[in-house]
């Protein structure tokens, strides 16, 4: 491929914090230069991409996502999943084990891994299940589904509920070196809830769920850290009692790290509004004082990654009354134009909010994406974070259109996204760039 010369960006990389004019030039797929200041030269034969003053970064990375495919085709598939990641900004992201068959073994992980290859047009990474069909019993090969490409282990919408299962869970995979991601609620305290528990919840005549349901678990796996040494990520918090046990766990030095969804960031209950089904989240959406108490803590570095929670619905199981309606919402197209809220707003500075979504994910990872350097992966997105749009959820590109941000305003979005050097989107023109 021709070198590809981008020229009179706002550079923003997230690994230093450091933003200035310049340039990047891009060569077999990686970043081949980064230039802070004036443009000294053209590379011979080089594509010329103006970047109008918009911010450059390293493309984003999800670290939960929740594609239908294999099993669930209808609600979405690799390949529009990855349509929708690369219309938002996203260049690589972690697709759940929650498939019709689980992503349990390695021949699964190889099949997402070559459908991805065919059909995808970012990079989709394969979490595999802890536990044998999610059933929450039986370990499954952390090794062998390592080996077969799975870059960290989950059981999705499940938390282990069994101390002694996650107990061993951790074992192995501190062996391995592998990553594990749990979803921190305790299912008995959950129990029939739909919202967080509390006055909101009181006045529509709906039953919560407490904070203590995230808490006792979250509790419990970072005492079997402190047993066993492994490397745990809560894969989201949502409360201000939560932001207080990992940063107790970080300052003890334990192998801890944990995010938070955008929705948990940028909405609370109050969106919930007239039952919109749209909103119900699991996660629940919280108080408007836990959701500050987020905030604080991603600019804090207590939560270390954004994620969208990408899990698309349709119509049969959204479209009912609020109790009945399935938990999850759409998120990747959105993620980006969800999360520049909170630098609009001045509560997060851009390099930040940016680190959060590329930088820390790719470490957790163990990738070398997430950074403006040489020799690092060509995944770019060129934002222009003040383009401002009405989401119209026809125009998504997933198949399902349950977005918690229909018909909201919003303010920034990708113009254009790279991966591999690759251009993989790119806005028709500023009217359209959030389509």
């Not at 759940?96 to 065919?118: E, K, Q, S, Y």
């Not at 921190?184 to 006055?199: I, K, Q, R, S, T």
């Not at 609370?268 to 108490?293: K, Q």
């Not at 134009?337 to 790719?362: I, M, Q, Y």
């Amino acid at each position: 491929m021709r070198p590809i010369l981008f020229t009179n960006a706002a550079l923003c990389d997230p690994a230093t914090g450091r933003q200035a004019p310049g340039h990047v030039v891009v060569r077999d797929g990686l970043i081949h230069d980064v230039g802070w200041g004036p443009l000294a030269g053209v590379p011979d034969e080089a594509e010329t991409i103006d970047c109008g003053g918009h911010v450059l970064s390293p493309g984003l990375i999800d670290l939960r996502a929740f594609v239908g495919e294999p099993g669930a085709e209808h609600r979405e598939t690799l390949a529009s999943a990855s349509a929708a990641a690369a219309a938002g900004g996203v260049t690589t992201l972690v697709c759940m084990p929650d498939t019709n068959p689980v992503i349990d073994g390695p021949a699964i992980v190889d099949f997402v891994l070559r459908r991805a290859r065919d059909t995808a047009s970012v990079n989709v990474l394969p979490a595999a299940a802890i536990t044998k069909g999610l059933a929450g019993h039986e370990m499954t090969e952390f090794g062998l589904l390592q080996e077969a490409g799975a870059v960290a282990f989950t059981d999705g919408l499940k938390a282990v509920r069994n101390a002694q299962v996650m107990r061993r869970a951790m074992t192995y995979a501190r062996d391995f070196g592998a990553l594990l991601m749990q979803h921190v609620e305790e299912p008995d305290l959950v129990g029939d809830g739909v919202m967080n528990e509390g006055e909101m919840a009181s006045r529509l005549g709906l039953l919560g769920i407490p904070r203590e349901a995230e808490t006792v678990m979250l509790e419990r796996d970072i005492r079997l850290v402190r047993l066993t040494g492994a490397r745990y990520h809560a894969a989201m918090i949502s409360c201000a009692d939560s932001v207080e046990i990992v940063r107790r766990a970080k300052q003890d030095g334990l192998p801890v790290t944990c995010g938070a969804s955008v929705n948990n960031l940028v909405l609370n209950e109050g969106d919930i509004g007239h039952y919109r089904t749209f909103c119900r989240l699991s996660p629940p959406l919280r108080h408007e004082t836990d959701r500050l108490a987020l905030v604080a803590a991603l600019n804090e570095g207590v939560i270390d990654v954004v994620v969208s929670d990408h899990n698309p619905q349709d119509v049969e199981t959204k479209r009912l009354p609020f109790a009945e309606a399935a938990d999850g919402a759409l998120g990747i197209e959105t993620l980006l134009g969800a999360a520049l809220r909170l630098v609009h707003t001045g509560d997060v500075a851009l390099p930040r909010l940016l680190a959060a979504l590329t930088t820390s994910p790719a470490a957790l990872l163990g990738r070398p994406a997430g950074r403006l350097a040489a020799g690092a992966p060509a995944d770019l997105v060129l934002i222009d974070p003040d383009l401002p749009y009405v989401l119209d959820k026809r125009r998504l590109k997933s198949r399902s259109k349950n977005s918690p941000f229909d018909e909201a305003r919003l303010q920034g979005a990708a113009i254009l996204t790279m991966v591999g050097g690759g251009i993989v989107f790119r806005a028709p023109d500023e009217t359209g760039a959030a389509a």
